[in-house]
């Protein structure tokens, strides 16, 4: 299923309304001339198109990889990290990221009481000062890498 500004990507895409120069990121306009990026609140490059501001790795991901860019449940996410890099190559389509539960396992020092873990935190400083506040002495340190 596609949202409405992904069906509004698509079709300014679709109808030659915008092209997209893949190897840059760079989107430009019926006139020829590049439309000037802004950035977001996030930090993503936005253009403005058919009143909207869009975001411009969506538009380049679609012209790069097709209508599985846009699906509900799927991110575009940059290789080396920096948001204002739209380049075609540096997009990737992946599944959303799973529940958060789920990647609590990821972090690295968890907080055990009564057989289960509790939280989980990056350091084991954080972990033990966490365990005594909450639990006290009956809480166990665990290693959930």
């Known amino acids: 299923m596609l949202t409405r500004t ?7 895409v679709d109808s030659g309304a915008v092209r997209v120069d893949l190897a840059a990121g760079v989107i430009t306009g019926l006139r020829g001339r590049p439309l000037k990026p802004r950035l977001d609140r996030s930090g993503y490059a936005t253009v403005s198109l058919a009143r909207n501001h869009l975001p411009v790795h969506r538009i380049v991901a679609y012209a790069a990889f097709g209508e599985r860019a846009l699906q509900a449940g799927t991110v ?3 290789i080396d990290g920096n948001r204002a890099n739209n380049a075609a190559a540096n997009l990737r389509v992946q ?3 799973r529940p958060a539960r789920a990647q609590r396992a990821r972090l690295g020092w968890g907080v055990g009481f009564a057989g289960e873990l509790r939280a989980a935190f990056a350091t084991r400083e954080l972990a033990e000062e966490y365990a005594a506040w909450k639990y006290g002495p009956a809480a166990e340190i665990l290693s959930v890498r």
């Open 95 to 97: 599944p959303a990221a």
């Open 76 to 78: 575009i996410t940059h």
């Open 6 to 12: 992904s069906l509004l990507i698509q079709q300014l």
